[in-house]
């Protein structure tokens, strides 16, 4: 068999995984979003630290930290353009991501930021966004997003989008 080349022969196939995952402790976040649009963040028992995402604990002093709903405005706090996504924002492109922190929140948390006329001084930090939703909800991160308070109107009357709780 010496001095013949190797040959490698392929076979093309595909393997389907069906699986769920748990959201654990802040499953109550996606819950109330997905049937209530309403955000939900945490409080923290001991030092009152506003979180936003939530932590079930907190993370500066550890205490057990509470339910709060949140505010559906703020403010961004850093942004950027995005020009390259996944197939599920492809037809989105451009759009913006940025830390939005929530009115009444310490902290901020990463969302996709939509604009009708997307221009950098549209998702500057300091601009003021509200959360739209999906109609069609399943109770994740994607069931919502953030517009320029101006537009805010104008996309709820979308017909796949509507405002917040
Ligand atoms: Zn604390």
Known sequence: MSGQEFQDHQIRDRIAINYKYSLGGQSKFFIELMNNKKLLGTKCSKCGK???PPRINCSDCYALAEWVEMKQTGTIEVSTIVWYT??????????????????????AFLQGIFSENLVPSKVKKGS?????????????MIDFFFVPEDEYESWINKPEYEGGA
């Open 86 to 107: 996944t197939s599920a924002f492809i037809k989105a492109i451009p759009y913006a991501i940025g830390y939005i922190k929530l009115d009444g929140a310490q902290t």
């Open 50 to 52: 506003t979180w936003m």
């Open 128 to 140: 003021r966004v509200k959360a739209v939703f999906l109609k069609e909800r399943e109770g994740k």
